[in-house]
């Protein structure tokens, strides 16, 4: 029989689900490691609540980070083409691997946040050791009792929120239009970082985040206040939907239901 010891590691992303199932487990299971694989590109407010989470639990937050190969080194590699929904280079090599280097061999039950309202399973390692549990869904936990979980322990949503459904990197591919405005009113800066990584080849070929616009292209002001109004009429017609959501749910349903394939393991 095996003598290896199982670990028991709870995956952060900075979101709310993630946040949510660390307070929720923090005294049920007390030798709980807690982990979130850094890309080094993620958002201030990302960075901030995982140091008020970790201040909660009393234990510290492993920020597992590459090997010295970051989002730089892999965009040569991958000549110049920025990670995409179709080429998810980022995730492979800035969160699983990571993820699975610090588990090693070892035996281990990964916990994931997804709840029990949602249909969709977030990543699976594919290596045997490591055997994902989902505790909101087996207990039930659907989004209104993650913000009541949330709301109780004083953690509250992380500030993103208010321009952002999700976390992970300032420049994610998966952004809505409105939140690229969100995070050029939040965040000029990381705006124009993001911006620098698009380039124009000499051939034509177009290196952006989005295959319908650059973030040049977007930031124009009377973009902008297209944008802005689009996104306006869709919320409005979501409160028609669902007359009884707060502002923030409605954002929610408006900038997630569009999203071809959610980010799964960058934002729980
Ligand atoms: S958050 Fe987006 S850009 Fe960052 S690793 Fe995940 S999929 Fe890639």
Sequence with gaps: MSSRRTRHILSLSGGKDSTALAIYLRDRIPELEYVFCDTEKELPETYAYLDRLEAYLGKPIVRLKHDGR??????????????STQMRWCTKHLKIRPFEQYVGDDLVINF?????D???LGYISTKPNIEP???????GIDKARVMRILDESGLGLPEYY???SRSGCYFCFFQQKIEWVGLLDAHRDKFLEAMAYEKIGDDGQRYTWQQD???????QPERIAQIRAEHQARIEREQIRRPN???MELFEG????LLDAPCTICSL
């Design 70 to 83: 970051g989002f730089d080194h892999w965009l040569v590699v991958y000549r110049g083409f920025l990670p």
């Design 112 to 116: 994931i946040g997804i709840r029990s």
């Design 118 to 120: 949602e249909d969709r």
């Design 133 to 139: 549990r989902f505790p909101f869904k087996e207990d």
């Design 162 to 164: 208010r321009w952002r």
């Design 213 to 219: 616009e650059s973030l040049e292209e977007l930031s």
């Design 245 to 247: 959501s707060t502002l």
């Design 254 to 257: 408006v900038t997630t239901n």
